[in-house]
């Protein structure tokens, strides 16, 4: 196991709105619980944390900077000294400088969870991979939304992520839960 300090723990998008139309019904209620957690477990230890936070280049996104949707929910907010960086893409490594900042703090591993799971939080977790980094997906502190398939029959939030989680372990990353991965690293 790695050492916990070269884990570093990476929210991504954690954000208000995320809760308004047209997102729609999601699965995982126990996600922001969960989420919560594994921040207080990395704060109190003061392992790595690199927030990500969804900036949308389009105007009517509930995403976008100008939109109160924009900030982190509560709970999820950057504590003072924490980093918290910007992307408008899929994938935090993208347009961003996140690939340099773990690299400079000597992370080898890095532990996701957030929104979506099948959208930023795979993609992110697609891009670590082929990057080398060993890459943990948090499946119980993610969720996904019902997604409309190309005939719009709607593909239930819990299919989405079951696949997706699926697809992730099968080739990209380790797929655990907040309290294996909690247990696993205050033991290391």
Known sequence: MTEPNRIALIPIDVQRGFDYPPWGRRN?????????RLLAAWREHGWPLIHVRHDSIHAGSTLHPSHPGNAFRPGFEPQPGETAIG????AAFIGTDLDLRLRRLGIDTIALFGISTDM???TTARVASNLGYRTIVVADACFCFDLADADGSVIPAEAVSRAHLATL???FA????SDALIAR???A
């Open 28 to 36: 995982n209620p126990a996600m922001e619980a969960n989420g919560q």
């Open 169 to 171: 372990r099968a080739e």
């Open 174 to 177: 380790e797929v655990i839960d």
């Open 87 to 90: 992307k408008s893409v899929n």
């Open 120 to 122: 930023c939080v795979s």
């Open 185 to 187: 690293i205050a033991c």
